[in-house]
């Protein structure tokens, strides 16, 4: 599987983005997809997950009012959509899956993902 993560840019604070992440290589009908983000010196944290099979999400309590994750099948793409945007959003969004064989593991386990992208900067002006 290779993901290719895109739609990040620099926007002021307020504002709305939406990141995309195209996955080639094998359909995701059986897989797991998240959303991290690592900003310089800290550690990589899930903003956002969802079960490609079920569409059940994933958000911590910090984001949930401001992110939303989604999936098109038609395009094996995962989205997120990020709302509200504030300073402390900046960070390189990465996304990534993790096949069913995984999916006993708790979608915060950063270590049960299989497959990440490049990732996708995102930076946000007070």
């Known amino acids: 599987v290779q993901l290719q993560a895109s739609g990040g840019g620099l926007v002021q604070a307020g504002g709305s983005l939406r990141l995309s992440c195209v996955a080639s290589?094998?359909?995701?009908?059986?897989?797991?997809m998240g959303w991290f983000r690592q900003s310089p010196g800290k550690e990589r944290d899930i903003v956002a997950a969802?079960?490609?099979?079920?569409?059940?999400?994933y958000s911590p309590d910090s984001v949930v009012d401001r992110f939303i994750i989604y999936r098109d099948s038609t395009k094996n793409t995962v989205y997120l959509q990020i709302h509200n945007l504030k300073p402390e959003d900046t960070a390189v969004y990465l996304c990534?899956?993790?096949?069913?064989?995984?999916?006993?593991?708790?979608?915060?386990?950063?270590?049960?993902?299989?497959?990440w992208g490049q990732g996708t900067q995102v930076t946000v002006s007070s």
């Open positions: 990534a899956a993790r096949s069913a064989l995984r999916s006993h593991f708790a979608v915060t386990n950063i270590g049960s993902y299989d497959y």
């Open positions: 969802i079960s490609w099979s079920t569409g059940r999400t």
């Open positions: 290589g094998r359909t995701l009908s059986s897989y797991g």
